[in-house]
């Protein structure tokens, strides 16, 4: 009788169940923890395959030409799967720091010169989401030359020449048509509205009676400092001069179109883009999480020891930890937000197109 696909057949747990090798045994003597490192090691690299897996259908979406609006719809759900897995590898640190220091040296100079480095997958997340060799520290950049296999080392070069997601994601804010609309044009209007704000914050400083003259004296500074910053924004070439500094990496127009979103998020047709710039923000934020706590794990177990693979430990990890944020440009749009009140009144005929108005069957 014929009883179709069988479950361990499906899953191939043959193959799966039987990827434990432990080092140790080799060497004559178990250490008890060392199958748990392994298979959270190897759990981890089941979920930055599905990280990838969902990370390639986003970038085949955005690398068409003309982004329909209903696979946007698609984006946003396999960005937030990412999400969610992204949580899981964060808890399960708690589950391999179960092991203790003790228990983790009974194993680990069985397992040089390997290191997390080597893990070539984490290295694609991180190049498709648009954190490339020229964004790294030097010690990252260094170890891709001495700690990575000459075929790892070429499937990641042959990854860096395609356009990241973060390069996708530019390119598509950068079409955005709303800034300018026949007379209308937002970003003079919107300039006016900030030194609106902003003269209106100085006199308030100066009025406040419970301020000292250097207390009011500092404050104004800081509020001088906030004009200089607008002003930066405004004029492409001062823009672009700190984009050259590496204080931005977004274009001029990109980011532009990033606060124009993030303005007016609650229009009917911006919110979904609003959403995919939060989402993106989040899987940031989320995997500078995970280091932080693969950080601290890692001080945990080795103190003020070397990595396995060399490195200088915990300070190695802190250091890519502040530095390999693929997006930190959408965390730097706060610093440009007004207040809702303050906000340039757009034209009835944009706020239509934008609010998905329908009349007669017409829109």
């Known amino acids: 009788m014929t009883i179709g696909i069988y479950y361990g057949d499906y899953l191939q747990l043959d193959k799966v169940l039987h990827a434990q090798e ?29 990280i990838l897996f969902e990370l390639a259908a986003v970038i085949d979406v955005f690398s068409e030409p003309v982004i329909e609006d209903k696979k946007m719809g698609q984006v946003i759900h396999q960005l937030s799967r990412i999400k969610s897995i992204q949580r899981v590898l964060i808890q399960q640190i708690d589950i391999i720091e179960t092991m203790t220091p003790l228990d983790f040296m009974e194993f680990r100079d069985l397992l040089v010169p390997a290191s997390g480095f080597q893990s070539l997958q984490f290295k694609q997340i991180e190049i498709q989401l648009g954190i490339k060799r020229e964004h790294r520290i030097n010690a990252d950049k260094e170890f891709f030359h001495s700690r990575l296999s000459l075929g790892d080392l ?36 919107y300039d006016h509205a900030v030194n609106k704000m902003l003269d209106s914050d100085a006199e308030i400083i100066r009025g406040n009676p419970t301020l000292s003259d250097r207390e009011k004296e500092f404050q104004l500074t800081g509020l001088e400092m906030s004009r200089t910053q607008f002003e930066s924004l405004l004029d492409r070439d001062k823009f672009e001069s700190l984009r050259e500094k590496g204080e931005f990496r977004l274009s001029h127009n990109g980011f532009l179109a990033a606060l124009f979103i993030n303005l007016y998020r609650d229009e009917p047709m911006l919110y979904t883009p609003f959403r995919y710039l939060t989402l993106l923000l989040d ?27 060399g490195s200088s430990g915990h300070d190695y990890l802190n250091a890519t930890t502040r530095q390999n944020r693929a997006f930190l440009d959408l965390f730097k749009l706060s610093t440009f937000l007004i207040p809702r009140e303050d906000l340039p009144v757009l034209p009835d ?6 609010g998905f108005f329908f009349h007669g069957g017409n829109r």
């Open 22 to 50: 432990l080092e140790s045994e080799k060497n004559g003597k178990i250490a008890h923890d060392e199958m748990l490192f392994i298979i959270t090691h190897q759990a981890y690299e089941l979920w930055f395959k599905q």
């Open 154 to 189: 070429k499937i990641l070069d042959d990854l860096e020449s395609q356009k990241s997601l973060f390069e996708l994601t530019d390119t598509w804010l950068s079409r955005m048509p709303f800034l300018e609309f026949h007379e209308f044009h937002f970003w003079k209007a």
């Open 283 to 309: 899987i940031d934020e989320l995997f500078t999480n995970w280091r932080q706590r693969h950080a601290m794990m890692v001080q945990r177990m080795l103190g003020a020891k070397i990595g396995t693979g």
């Open 349 to 354: 005929e944009l706020r239509r197109g934008l």
